[in-house]
C-alpha cells in the first residue's frame, strides 16, 4: 500500500489523463491521414439512410470531432453526421 | 566489405533525443567490432559532430561530398578512440535543399559497399531535411519519449514512413524516469508501445550520465556503470540480431526509496 492509494489519488493519476488525451488526438490524426476512410462511410451511410427517406446529399455532412460524454463528462471521439432530410419515403411497407 | 544496412534515427518532434541516440548506437556498433559511419543529416543546424566531440576535426562536409567538392573519403571523419568509427557531418552554412533524396540514396548506397552499419541522423520536423534522412535506408527507429506531444509525432512519423515503404519502424523509449512512472505520473513502456504499435528496440532511462558525456562529447556507451550506458550497449546487440532482455530500470531506485517501499510494503 503506498501513500497515493490511502489518499484515493491513484484514479486521476496523470498518465491515465495523458494517455486518454493521447487516444484521442491519434484518432483524428490518423484519420486525417486517410480523407478515404470518412468517403467510404458516407458512401455507406447515405445508401441505407435513403431507403428510409429522401436525403439532401449536397448539404451532407460527415466529420470526426471530439465531444463529452453525456454521462460522465469524458472526452471521446464522435462521428458526427449532419444529414438533411428532403422527405420521408412512404412507411407503409414497413408497418 | 559486404553490403551494409542504412539506419535512419527519427522522431518527429524535435529533443527527445535523436542526436545522442545516433552517437551512442553508431558507437556503440563500432565497438561491437563493426565499421560503422554516422551521417548527420540536420544541414544549417549540424550537432552530431559536438556530441561526438569531433567538432575540431571537421574539413568538408555531406555537401561537399554530394556536390563533388571532395571524395567521400575526404569528408568521413576517422573517430581515433573508437576503430571502425566515421562521422559525416553535416553542413553548417547551407539548407535542407542542399542535397536532394536521389543524392542521398545514392551516397547511402556508396556508404553500404564500405560499412557495415550506416546511421543516420533525421532532423526533427517532417519536410525535405526528413525526407533525405529516410531515403535509401532498410530501417528507421524511432525515438520518442514519454510525452503526449513526443508521442503524437511518432504516430505520425511512423504513419509517414509506412507510406514511404519503410515498414515496421521500432521504437526506442528515451527519457523514462522510473520513479515518476512508479506514482504514474508517467506513461510506462507498455501504454506507449500499446498505442503506437509497433515493435520495441529499446528503453533509455533518463541518465545524469547523458548529460555529462554530452558535455565531454564522449558518447555514454564509452563507460561501464551508467544504466543509460547499458540501455544503449543492449540496443546495439539487438541490431545485430542477438536477443537481450529490456533493461529492469527498476535497479535504478535509490536506497532511500527502497526503505520507505518497505514501510508502506503491507
Redesign the interface.
Known amino acids: 500500500m503506498d501513500l497515493f492509494k490511502i489518499f484515493g489519488k491513484n484514479k486521476n493519476k496523470s498518465k491515465n489523463v495523458a494517455k486518454e488525451r493521447l487516444k484521442l488526438v491519434l484518432v483524428h490524426d490518423r484519420s486525417d491521414l486517410s480523407p478515404k476512410f470518412l468517403e467510404m462511410i458516407k458512401g455507406d451511410i447515405i445508401r441505407i439512410v435513403n431507403e428510409y427517406a429522401e436525403i439532401d446529399q449536397e448539404g451532407l455532412d460527415i466529420k470526426l470531432t471530439r465531444m463529452k460524454r453525456d454521462s460522465d463528462d469524458s472526452p471521446m471521439s464522435a462521428l458526427v453526421a449532419n444529414i438533411p432530410i428532403v422527405k420521408i419515403k412512404d412507411d407503409e411497407k414497413y408497418t | 566489405m559486404g553490403i551494409g544496412k542504412a539506419i535512419v534515427i527519427t522522431s518527429g518532434k524535435g529533443g527527445v533525443g535523436k542526436t545522442t541516440t545516433t552517437a551512442n548506437i553508431g558507437t556503440g556498433l563500432a565497438m561491437l567490432g563493426n565499421k560503422v559511419a554516422v551521417v548527420d543529416t540536420d544541414i544549417g543546424l549540424r550537432n552530431l559532430d559536438v556530441v561526438l566531440g569531433l567538432e575540431n576535426r571537421i574539413v568538408y562536409d555531406i555537401v561537399d561530398v554530394v556536390e563533388g567538392n571532395c571524395r567521400l573519403k575526404q569528408g568521413l571523419i576517422r573517430d581515433k578512440r573508437f576503430e571502425g568509427l566515421y562521422l559525416l557531418p553535416a553542413a553548417q552554412t547551407r539548407d535542407k535543399t542542399a542535397v536532394s533524396p536521389e543524392q542521398m540514396i545514392e551516397l547511402v548506397n556508396k556508404l553500404k559497399e564500405e560499412f557495415d552499419y550506416i546511421v543516420i541522423d533525421s532532423p526533427a520536423g517532417i519536410e525535405q531535411g526528413f525526407k533525405n534522412s529516410i531515403a535509401g535506408v532498410e530501417e528507421a527507429y524511432i525515438v520518442t519519449t514519454p ?2 506531444s513526443a ?2 509525432d511518432a ?2 512519423v511512423i ?1 509517414l514512413l509506412e ?1 514511404q515503404g519503410i515498414k515496421n519502424p521500432k521504437l526506442i523509449i528515451n527519457r523514462i524516469r522510473y520513479d515518476m ?1 512508479k ?6 513502456v507498455d ?1 506507449i508501445v500499446g ?1 503506437l504499435a509497433v515493435d520495441l528496440i529499446g528503453i533509455i532511462p533518463d541518465d545524469e550520465s547523458i548529460v555529462i558525456s554530452t558535455n565531454k562529447g564522449e558518447p555514454v556507451v564509452f563507460q561501464d556503470k551508467p544504466l543509460a550506458a547499458k540501455a544503449y550497449k543492449n540496443i546495439c546487440s539487438r541490431i545485430t540480431g542477438e536477443e537481450v532482455e529490456l533493461l529492469n530500470l527498476e535497479t535504478n531506485e535509490g536506497k532511500l526509496s527502497k526503505i520507505i517501499k518497505l514501510l ?3
Do not use: A, C, T, Y
Open positions: 510525452e503526449i508521442v503524437r504516430d505520425r504513419g507510406s512512472v506514482k504514474g505520473d508517467m506513461m510506462n501504454d498505442i508502506f510494503s503491507k
